[in-house]
T-cell receptor, first 112, second 119 residues
Framework: DAKTTQPPSMDCAEGRAANLPCNHSTISGNEYVYWYRQIHSQGPQYIIHGLKNNETNEMASLIITEDRKSSTLILPHATLRDTAVYYCIVRAGGTSYGKLTFGQGTILTVHP | DTGVSQDPRHKITKRGQNVTFRCDPISEHNRLYWYRQTLGQGPEFLTYFQNEAQLEKSRLLSDRFSAERPKGSFSTLEIQRTEQGDSAMYLC?????????????????FGPGTRLTVT
């Protein structure tokens, strides 16, 4: 699976959009971009995933560049409860690729 | 609550003792995963099952570690002769695989974890 690079930490004001970048320059054609987050003392929580097109769900939006070498997770209106570690993971498709390979993620702190 | 549950939530044990953790996945999920997480690091994959078959094991899973999923439902992770380096959060996750190979959209749902402290 391709390696990802994320900034170690970011700050965001409550109510503003949080834009979390991720570089995955070695991504290959069948690899998806996943985002998970982990709130303190809890297990990771799935947020969103995508292959080529931008994706949006009730939690966030995922913007993937045309060359697929980087992506941005957008939390449109961050709240204090969004303070967490955010993990960008690239993983191949197919039934044999069950595991997720986590890096160190980005610690997002949302402040009042 | 129909999420992934883990028991116990916390375990303190003395070095050299054996410990066993249990994970109950979401009921219709046929895949179950174990991860380990140490302080300040992301979770590390240990092993996973599809139904009762153990399909992959990480090299992190030494011979002191064994995992089972006897009836394709709950799973146990046993650590024998615990060492201080085994102190970590042990996370379980489950997902549902349906049909033939298709888009990798089987998001994993994680439990709250079991925190192990070896003294």
């Amino acid at each position: 699976d391709a390696k990802t690079t994320q900034p170690p930490s970011m700050d965001c004001a409550e109510g503003r959009a949080a834009n979390l970048p991720c570089n995955h320059s070695t991504i290959s054609g069948n690899e998806y971009v996943y985002w998970y987050r982990q709130i303190h003392s809890q297990g990771p929580q799935y947020i969103i995933h995508g292959l080529k097109n931008n994706e949006t769900n009730e939690m966030a939006s995922l913007i993937i560049t045309e060359d697929r070498k980087s992506s941005t997770l957008i939390l449109p209106h961050a709240t204090l409860r969004d303070t967490a570690v955010y993990y960008c993971i690239v993983r191949a498709g197919g039934t044999s690729y069950g595991k997720l390979t986590f890096g160190q993620g980005t610690i997002l702190t949302v402040h009042p | 609550d129909t999420g992934v549950s883990q028991d116990p939530r916390h375990k303190i044990t003395k070095r050299g003792q054996n410990v066993t953790f249990r994970c109950d996945p979401i009921s219709e999920h046929n895949r179950l995963y174990w991860y380990r997480q140490t302080l300040g690091q992301g979770p590390e994959f240990l092993t996973y099952f599809q139904n009762e078959a153990q399909l992959e094991k990480s090299r992190l899973l030494s011979d002191r570690f064994s995992a089972e999923r006897p009836k394709g439902s709950f799973s146990t992770l046993e650590i024998q002769r615990t060492e201080q380096g085994d102190s970590a959060m042990y996370l379980c996750a489950s997902s549902f695989k349906e049909g033939p190979v298709r888009a990798a959209s089987y998001e994993q749902y994680f439990g709250p974890g079991t925190r192990l402290t070896v003294t």
